[in-house]
């Protein structure tokens, strides 16, 4: 039991160190990949500053507001007490059973099953639940979901995963946005350096799959650690088996879903995500439903 406690402090200080690392990374990538661009197209050194401040104020505002812009691409929407009271007598009971503050929760209008957490720490938590979830899940099965989303609170997985989600959809934003520039420079074509020209379409290819890596590095690992973090809250494996069960059954995806935040959910919010081709298994931003269920039935 001892080293279980030790491994999840262990697992903290990782997550904070990382969050940090990742934001570091960040600054120092869209730095170079502007550097390069500028090479490319020929075009003013200023662009560095320019990218230096953008970058950094994309690393602040992920760290302070990502949470905020999460639920602006969510659609989601404050839940109150009196429409939502299991919702919020369940978050109520787990939150002080984990000794942190009550998150603020949000629900998303939408029949699909599915929820998530974010924020930069237990002080500044949000949990966020589908109006198909609430109304699907029994009070256990829903104990199991709330338990899994505080888990990622209180491991501080949702500072590290909402820093993730903003900062990738700014990269694959700045991505397109480069390559979209680059195919109306036409006219500079016979200025370009050819070896800075590889590199740049590249750079250009290869950026938004390394961005979806790194999401699905981060990502995987945290889900099956949620799962046992919320059986241990709850002493109850079966209540987030069946949750999960129904999650993976239902015939619907979640509009308001992004790609950039979809490691967020509980379970993947794109329809298909059990999908027949091992090659979407292996981009998928979650570890499939059956081993994750597999893995809990052995606590029972």
Known sequence: MAENILNVYEQVERNKKRSLLVMVFFVVFVSLFVWLVGQIFQTSSNLIGLAITFSLFSSLGSYFWGDKMVLKLSGAKPA?????????????????ASQIP???????????????????????AVICATTGLLESLDRTELEGVVAHEISHVVNYDIRLMTIVAILIGTITILSDWIFRSSRGSGSRKKELNPVFAVIGILFLIITPI??????????????????????????QPRGLISALKKLGQQPFSLRNA?????????????????????????????????????SLEKMI
């Open 80 to 96: 109150n007490k009196e429409t939502y009271f299991t919702f919020y007598t369940v978050a109520e009971n787990l939150s002080i």
């Open 258 to 294: 992004q790609s950039a935040t979809a490691h967020l959910y509980i379970v993947n919010p794109f329809k298909g995500e059990h999908g027949f081709l091992k090659a979407r298994a292996l981009f998928s931003t979650h570890p499939p439903l059956e081993a994750r269920i597999k």
């Open 210 to 235: 390394a961005a979806k890596l790194i999401q699905l590095a981060i990502s995987r690992s945290r889900e099956y650690l949620a799962d046992v973090s919320a059986v241990k809250l709850t002493r």
């Open 102 to 124: 009550l998150p603020s929760l949000y629900v998303i209008e939408s029949p699909a099953l599915n929820a998530f957490a974010t924020g930069r720490d237990p002080d500044h």
